[in-house]
Every structure is written in structure tokens, then in C-alpha cells.
């Protein structure tokens, strides 16, 4: 009991400071970044195994504020597993594994939450496991929550956020690789101590609620070994080319390039690099190395056609292909769905996400629809985010869902 009282005053405390300003620079010595630590670049050629497979792991300690004066009272560890890229390459990617110190009371083994971060960026600076560490993530409430629940949670890092090579923003099929891959590895860890069949989550917002939509997707196929039993997904970017039509010239056109320069990063045949004028090129290198904030404020009100010499690029046959082979809502997951969006999403559009509930609708999906009225994109999760937390609770007990369909 002292160890969870330990657990719960530093997480709530500490969780309440996301409500504050931004985190400044702390007293404790700098950490390498991700592209200085040598943690995060893979051995080549990758070793024979499959995905989940961990190659390195080692314990390391999570700060939830910013000037890493003591560390969470939790069990720690940065894991490099094994995944999967969306044209099926063989790849690895960085996670970290966050497990409760105290012993999970039951029944059954401790639950497991695939934690989807939203946005970070695309720089190696970004990544999830950097911030945990250095004390600069700003998504610590959810986790703490998690965490106070007995939970273990696993965050990825995605594709390219870390390890070497570009990070492929947006793309869903590497993203949703990337979360399954993660609990996978969580569970194969003997450090961690969880249990192979324990209950899977899958819980995100925003880039985040696309990456659990489309782990809930590829389960049945890709890991069919999960016990995945629900998927928490919110503001979800699930139809890119809405999502394109919607930013373009607004103010999320930065996070529309990022989108861009993701896509072309997983699919290096689509036309874009010989396609950009000089801004084009200008905008895409700063992209590529920017975190969440500057790429907010990367390029407000641009058109893609402003960066490009050719119209409509993404209008081309071959951009229109890998945009529906990433398109949410073709088949439906085998697990229970938890979507929500607000009405008033000045990012992702709320037509968007009322398609995807149609489309899971019509295939026959468990899905629990929540339309929050009057939210725009950070208004949502802020005040639904612990409700889908919640939810999916309710799913680790067993209790019954309540489809909308």
C-alpha cells in the first residue's frame, strides 16, 4: 500500500501540471536525443524473428514533469521490437512498456492498454519515449489514469519516430502495425511480467485514435494471438482525403504537409520530392525535424498547390491508391469499438468520423457511437478522454457493450 500511495500522489500531482504552461527547461542533465542514443538504431540486417519480437530492451525511469526531479513510481522500460511497414517490410520500432509496482489483484491476468499517442511530430526529438523520459509528454493524465487503474500500458514511438529514417505520419497500416506490434512485445518481455493472454486495449486520439482504429482492423489477421478486447478510438483521421480537403488552406495545412511528407516517406514511388518548388522544399525539410507546436504553426493557410509545380498531386492515380489502401472502415474489427469525435473538430472533420460509423455500421461492427456537442479537437478528448478510459474498463471486466447500431 505504500508503494500505491507513492503512485497515486506522484501521478495526480504531477498529471496536474499538463494543465499548466509549457514545460521548461529542467535542472537535471540533459538526455541524448534519439538520433545520439544508439538504443534506437536496430542491428543490420535485422535478426531472424517476428513481429513483437523485442531485440533490445533496458529500464529506464519516467518522469511526468519536466524537471526530472524524481521519478514515477512505476516500472519502466524502452523495448525495440520487431514490427511490420504498410508495404509489409520487415522493420523495428520503439516502445515504451509502464507497469504498476504494485500486484495485480484479478481475476485474470493484468490488463494490458496499446497506448496511440496524438500528434508529436515527425523529428526523432519527438518521439514518445524521449518525452517520457526527459519529462516533456504532454499526454501523462490519460496514462495516470491507466496506471492508478492497475493497468500495464505500452506507448509506441511509430514507424521512423526514433529509429532511423523519416516517420510516416498518417499512414494507418504502419501505425496500426506499430500498435499491435507494441503489445506484443510488452507481453514478450520478462521484465514486464505480463501475460500473453492477458486483455488488450487499444486506446488513442487524433493520430493516436488512428492508430488504435486500425490495430482494431488488422488484429484478426495480422495478431490473431492478442486477446484485443476493445478499441477506444477518438477524433480520428479516418478518410484522408476528407481530411486533405478539409485542412487545405486552413489551419491545420502544416499537419497536412506533415501528412504529405509521411505518405511519401512509407510509399517512396508516390510523386513529391521532384514535384516541390523551392517553399515545397523549404517547408518539407523544416516538417521533417519539427515537433507538434511548429508543425501547428509550420505553415497556416497554405495550399498544397502552393508547394508543388504540379496541381492536385495528390489527386494522381497513384496518391489516390495508397490513400484508400488507407482508408478506415472497409472491414470491420472483430473487437468492440468506442468512437468519439467533437462536433465542432477544427482539424478532423465530424462528417468524417460519422462515415466511419456508418461504414462499421454497415459491416456489422460492435461499435459505441459518442458525437460531444459544441467540442473542437482538444476540447474532446479533454473532456471525454477519461470516459473512454472508462469504457474500455468495462470491457477488461467483462461487462456487456451497447452498440449503437
Not at 179 to 204: H, I, K, Q, S
Not at 288 to 315: G, H, M, S, Y
Request: glycine letters at 10%.
Amino acid at each position: 500500500m505504500v508503494r500505491r500511495s507513492a503512485l497515486v500522489s506522484s501521478l495526480v500531482a504531477l498529471a496536474l501540471l499538463t494543465c499548466g504552461p509549457a514545460p521548461v527547461a529542467g535542472a537535471a542533465e540533459p538526455l541524448p536525443v534519439p538520433s545520439q542514443d544508439a538504443f534506437y538504431t536496430p542491428p543490420a540486417p535485422l535478426p531472424p524473428g517476428s513481429p513483437g519480437d523485442v531485440l533490445r530492451s533496458r529500464r529506464v525511469d519516467w518522469h511526468p514533469e519536466p524537471f526530472r526531479v524524481l521519478p514515477a513510481p512505476v516500472d519502466a522500460h524502452q523495448v525495440l521490437h520487431l514490427s511490420t511497414s504498410a508495404t509489409g517490410a520487415r522493420i523495428a520500432v520503439s516502445a515504451t512498456v509502464l507497469v504498476p509496482p504494485d500486484a495485480w489483484p484479478g481475476p485474470g491476468p493484468r490488463p494490458v492498454v496499446a497506448y496511440a499517442m496524438g500528434t508529436q511530430g515527425l523529428g526523432d526529438q519527438c518521439a514518445p519515449s524521449y518525452h517520457l523520459r526527459a519529462g516533456t509528454e504532454v499526454e501523462i493524465a490519460f496514462l495516470a489514469q491507466a496506471l492508478l487503474k492497475g493497468w500495464a500500458v505500452v506507448v509506441t514511438d511509430y514507424e521512423g519516430l526514433g529509429t532511423p529514417g523519416t516517420h510516416t505520419y498518417a499512414v494507418g497500416r504502419s501505425e496500426g502495425h506499430a500498435l499491435l506490434d507494441a503489445a506484443r512485445a510488452a507481453t514478450r518481455l520478462p521484465e514486464a511480467g505480463l501475460d500473453r493472454r492477458a486483455p488488450v486495449g487499444a486506446f488513442g486520439y487524433s493520430q493516436g485514435g488512428q492508430a488504435a482504429a486500425w490495430a482494431g482492423e488488422l488484429q484478426p489477421t495480422y495478431a490473431p494471438e492478442l486477446n484485443l478486447v476493445g478499441i477506444a478510438e477518438g477524433g480520428v483521421p479516418s478518410d484522408l482525403n476528407e481530411v486533405a480537403a478539409f485542412n487545405d488552406g486552413n489551419l491545420g495545412s502544416g499537419l497536412l504537409v506533415a501528412a504529405a511528407v509521411g505518405y511519401a516517406a512509407a510509399y517512396p514511388e508516390l510523386p513529391f520530392a521532384d514535384q516541390l518548388t523551392r517553399r515545397g522544399k523549404e517547408l518539407t525539410a523544416k516538417v521533417r525535424d519539427a515537433c507538434v507546436a511548429e508543425l501547428a504553426l509550420a505553415a497556416p493557410f497554405t495550399r498544397l498547390n502552393d508547394l508543388t509545380t504540379t496541381p492536385d498531386l495528390i489527386d494522381s492515380p497513384a496518391w489516390q491508391a495508397r490513400l484508400a489502401e488507407n482508408r478506415l472502415g472497409t472491414t470491420a474489427p472483430t473487437a468492440p469499438v468506442y468512437l468519439y469525435h467533437g462536433t465542432l473538430d477544427e482539424l478532423i472533420p465530424y462528417a468524417a468520423a460519422e462515415g466511419l460509423r456508418d461504414r462499421y455500421c454497415a459491416r456489422g461492427a460492435d461499435i459505441q457511437w459518442t458525437p460531444i456537442p459544441l467540442a473542437g479537437h482538444i476540447t474532446a478528448v479533454s473532456v471525454w478522454g477519461t470516459a473512454a478510459l472508462n469504457w474500455l474498463g468495462d470491457r477488461y471486466a467483462g461487462k456487456p457493450t451497447r452498440p449503437s447500431c
